[in-house]
């Protein structure tokens, strides 16, 4: 799970072309990185999680910036 949610708001980022945002995107994932390696996701907060990506995807995919939020 957790590679894949990287890889999702990895994609997201890179997206937007904008290196600011970048820069400051990967000094937090390392953050957060090191904040979850004691607090592991069950399955309780995975599939809600998922469901969110997908939204946000689907509201990509349709140019929907007010879903996509």
């Not at 890179?14 to 820069?23: E, G, R, V, W, Y």
Request: overall charge negative; aromatic content about 4%; glycine content about 2%.
């Amino acid at each position: 799970h957790y590679v894949l949610n990287s890889d999702f708001h990895n994609a997201l980022v890179d997206s937007l072309d904008n290196d600011l945002l970048l820069t400051a995107y990967h000094i937090n994932e390392a953050r957060i990185r090191l904040i979850r390696l004691g607090n592991r996701e069950t399955g309780d907060q995975i599939i809600p999680a998922q469901r969110e990506h997908l939204r946000i995807l689907q509201a990509c995919v349709e140019r929907d910036a007010v879903q996509a939020v």
